[in-house]
């Protein structure tokens, strides 16, 4: 019997760690990609053909594609170099289309050169201008023609105003709107963003906590009173349901993060939840209700969230160790340019959050899931990315040193040198 031929590789990586984030956890040494998908991991010196590019990695780690499940990277694109929580600073105005595609293009550079290979932008729509338009969802459309988007792309609609209110008569007509048409694989538009709240340190987050004024905040969404604006949220994610969207609601304060739960179900998320409570993670939990958090923010706003409220309620916020210990489906992103979209940034600052001490390689693996594996199952495309496995698209970035030999708090060191999005090497430092 004649053996089978193996179809040389368009790219094979050896020489170091891949860490494929597997259900298993396996680590490899080599990994080959053919067509812009995973063809085989480990021993992998049998794909090596006359036309294959070969790299080293020189003891270098793999990991798969970093995927921020909350990024806003026209309005990133905009303030670049400049975080919202930072130094005073004018953004660039997103006012044409060549506007919006420099914004969107600089953005993926952004990503690029940061190992991020698929981000969530999270809030574009008709009620919106700049960088937060409808308009950007079509230039991402036309990027995406002409083969220029160098991440891949989930977008969540916004039928309000970003952090502001929304109606449910503007929600209802905002979901009959079409959306480009896109391979979803680069460009696809899963569901919708909506405003439950504020956030505490701007006393808008509706919470029981009483603030500085008197005040307990109040649900953004239109209606004379709590019940009927509650009710109104409730209508929102049942139409969204209904049109075969995933839901993810800003909530911050513990009150609306309770309203919101009435409705939402499996695969839909909440997003921030500096508030929560463990009788909620537990019910999130039950219902495989996802978090998306930002620990960057956490250990910025904390002080913030004390002035606005108090010591006792700040020390509770944002509680990631029962988070983890409950099983509630997470991911960390960034909400960049609110703070610096850096990766290793944030899980420096989870390792804050938890009191990491020195280096915890089974801690920084479960937190490196939370930006794959967790996060492509967020944006509903686990099956086809999120870990190197074969058959699966060659999305990965290429470190230093291996983020699991070194402490937490200092991965923010740890070079990213190599960044591969479809099998197609777009960044190399």
Wanted: charge should be negative; hydrophobic fraction near 45%; proline fraction near 6%.
């Amino acid at each position: 019997m004649t053996a089978q031929r193996i179809r040389p590789a368009d790219l094979v990586v050896q020489g170091g760690v891949v860490r494929t984030f597997d259900a298993a956890g396996t680590v490899v040494d080599g990994l080959a990609v053919r067509d812009g998908r995973v063809a085989a991991v480990g021993d992998v010196t049998g794909h090596i053909g006359p036309d294959t590019e070969v790299l080293d990695l020189a003891g270098r780690t793999v990991l798969p594609g970093i995927n921020d499940a909350h990024l806003h990277a026209a309005w990133l694109g905009a303030r670049w170099p400049h975080p919202l929580l930072g130094a005073p600073h004018e953004e660039a105005p997103v006012v044409t289309a060549e506007d919006r595609r420099a914004a969107i293009l600089r953005a993926g550079d952004v990503c690029a050169a940061l190992g991020i290979t698929s981000y969530t932008e999270p809030g574009l729509g008709p009620g919106e201008s700049g960088c937060f338009s409808t308009e950007v969802l079509e230039e991402y459309a036309a990027l995406h023609r002409g083969g220029r988007l160098r991440a891949r792309v989930t977008v969540l609609r916004l039928f309000g105003l970003l952090d502001g209110a929304s109606s449910l008569a503007d929600f209802a007509r905002g979901l009959a709107t079409p959306v480009p048409e896109a391979d979803p694989e680069w460009l696809a538009v899963t569901g919708v963003k909506i405003f439950a709240d504020g956030i505490p340190p701007m006393r808008t987050a509706w919470t029981h906590h009483c603030y500085a004024d008197g005040t307990h905040g109040a649900l953004l969404v239109d209606g004379p009173g709590d019940d009927e604006r509650a009710a109104a949220l409730a209508s929102m994610i049942s139409l969204a349901h209904e049109a075969g969207l995933v839901v993810g609601v800003h909530a911050t304060g513990e009150r609306s993060i309770e309203a919101a739960l009435e409705g939402l179900r499996a695969g839909d998320h909440i997003v921030h939840g500096d508030l929560v409570t463990p009788t909620q993670l537990r019910r999130m939990a039950a219902r495989r209700v996802g978090l998306t958090t930002q620990p960057a923010i956490a250990t910025a706003m904390r002080p913030m969230v004390a002035t606005a409220l108090d010591d006792d309620v700040a020390a509770k916020a944002w509680p990631l160790r029962e988070i983890l210990d409950l099983g509630v489906q997470l991911t960390l992103s960034s909400d960049a340019p609110v703070v610096t979209p850096d990766w290793r940034v944030h899980l420096a600052a989870a390792g804050e959050l938890l009191g990491a001490r020195g280096v915890t390689p089974e801690l920084t693996e479960r937190l490196l899931r939370c930006y794959t594996t967790e996060a492509a199952a967020q944006d509903g495309s686990a099956a086809w990315k999120g870990s190197l496995e074969p058959g699966k698209v060659a999305d990965f970035c290429v470190l230093a040193a291996d983020p699991c030999a070194v402490a937490l708090a200092d991965l923010p060191s740890v070079a990213v040198e190599v960044t591969v999005t479809g099998g197609r090497v777009v960044h190399k430092g």
